[in-house]
């Protein structure tokens, strides 16, 4: 059989558009031409904001604080040792009359309603704090960190072993340490909110 010839689209010349010396329409020099021009413009503008800003700052420009201020903490008002001390007195219930203490009666039930009545705290925490429920938020709170230390004494945490980790990430910024873990974690199916 014999071939059959294939078509080609072919452009007559005067259609074309005429090419520049460059190699380039002269449609596109014109486009280089003006994007150019609107980026030396932005470059010349941008300098002198920053010559204004200088000299509005006394010839020193000052770099944006990146985090807000913080505001202080109240020297006479209760801090966080009261963690440490909490954590003494649970462990010191451990074998306590489950009658005469709650933490007795919470660990002489086990790790695993231990673990649910912590579990129970923290959502009626997040509800909450959804709700905007400031003073029942405290409570919660309380009692969420109250039965996080039931679960420690349950399990053998120490205080100063959460504590250590929460020190050694100090300065780490959660943003830079996410951005390092191995990419088969982070491409890991999760449903949590990102
Ligand atoms: N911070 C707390 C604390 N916060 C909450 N709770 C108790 O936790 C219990 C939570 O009540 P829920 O009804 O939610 O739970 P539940 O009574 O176990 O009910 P179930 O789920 O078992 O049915 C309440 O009895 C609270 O009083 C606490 N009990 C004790 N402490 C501290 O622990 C110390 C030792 O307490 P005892 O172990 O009781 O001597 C105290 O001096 C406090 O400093």
Redesign the pocket.
Known sequence: MPKKPTKTATIPPEAAPAKMKTGKTKAETVKIAKAKAVKAKSAKAKASNAKSLKAKAGGKVKAAPRFAPVPPLDPDAPDARVMDR?WS??IA?KNADPL?????R?LSRGVNKVAQ?FG??SVECLIEAVAGNHEALIAES??VL?HLLVMWVAVGLRPEDVWSELKRREGISGIAEKSARPVMLSIAETRKIP
Do not use: C, Q
């Open positions: 909490l007195t649970i219930r005469i203490s709650h933490s007795a919470l009545k129970e705290e309380a009692d109250y």
